[in-house]
């Protein structure tokens, strides 16, 4: 029988984080498929896990993950993790498991910390949705332009940045999108020096200024949603106004704020006039 690929969700920082079943799985493994081995073998050696390892990286990782795949066909386990968080998450690795399911093996996702997952929850802002970005392109006017672009959404965004050049990204931000709209700050999450904090745009590159310490180690930056746009918002009453013939209102409300992209509360509140209007 074929083995089975297990994508192992690591410790952001702190490595207590570790979970019970991912260090039965990579003590149990036949393989560790890792970013870094050296980053990975600090993990096994805290718990005592004495694993094969093989990198699997960005430079790599068509040519190791052809001899994982070759393993998983001979029935050997293989787990794979990157050097922090989720694996194939603005991480290596999709390409292993796209292949995975494409020859019918078995994929099995161990959940656990994710930088973007945490930082998220940690921000305060209140939406049932949020957009991805991972990392800004690092080189081209062009592309970085393009990229600020895509940013303007009626949901949170959430970005990956490196030290050298957070501020830099934080100060096209502000010129893109205001002073005003919010934008929360998370660097070494889960770690010693751990900081998280929410304030003004206009107010971030100072934050970050005031410090060298500020502009060290990794960061997450979540972008507050922008402010709904009127035609988002009058397209949503729309078919808000269709959805509570036959649903509760709060359900109306998600609905159309999923479909619309307009703000959920915003429809929801619109929702309990018309219930009102109606009694």
């Known amino acids: ?7 192992v969700a690591t410790p952001i920082g702190n490595l207590a984080d570790a979970s019970p079943r991912s260090v039965d799985v990579l003590r149990a493994a036949d393989l560790i498929a890792c970013e870094d081995t050296r980053t990975t073998r600090a993990l ?4 005592g896990i004495a694993g094969r390892t093989v ?3 960005a430079h790599n990782e068509r040519r190791a993950g052809a001899q994982l795949l070759a393993a998983l066909r001979e029935g050997r386990s293989v787990a794979l993790v990157s050097d922090a968080g989720t694996p194939a998450i603005s991480d290596p690795g999709a390409l292993l498991v796209e292949a995975a399911h494409r020859e019918g093996l078995r994929v099995v996702p161990l959940p656990g910390p994710s930088a973007a997952v945490a930082a998220f929850s940690a921000s305060g802002f209140a ?3 949020f957009l991805f970005a991972g ?17 303007d959404v009626s949901c ?3 970005l990956y940045e490196a030290p050298h050049r957070v501020l830099e990204t934080v100060e096209a931000l502000l010129v893109r999108f205001g002073p005003r709209r919010e934008i929360v700050i998370a660097r070494e999450l889960s ?3 751990e900081e998280i904090a929410r304030m003004p745009l206009g107010e971030a590159p100072r934050w970050l200024a005031s410090g060298t310490h500020r502009r060290q180690g990794e960061f997450v930056l979540v972008l507050g949603a922008a402010e709904a746009k009127a035609a988002d918002l009058a397209a949503g009453e729309k078919i808000l106004a269709v959805l509570l013939e036959s649903l509760p209102a709060s359900e109306a409300a998600r609905l159309a704020a999923r479909i619309t992209g307009a703000p959920r509360r915003a429809l929801y509140a619109a929702a309990a ?6 009694k």
């Open 273 to 278: 006039r018309e219930r009102r209007r109606d």
């Open 55 to 57: 990198a699997l990286h």
């Open 127 to 129: 939406s049932d949705r």
């Open 135 to 151: 990392f800004p392109p690092a080189e081209g006017a062009r592309a970085r332009a393009a990229f600020l672009e895509s940013l």
């Open 1 to 7: 029988m074929a083995g089975t690929l297990y994508i």
């Open 156 to 158: 949170p965004v959430i």
């Open 44 to 47: 096994l050696a805290r718990h």
């Open 191 to 193: 770690k010693m020096f």
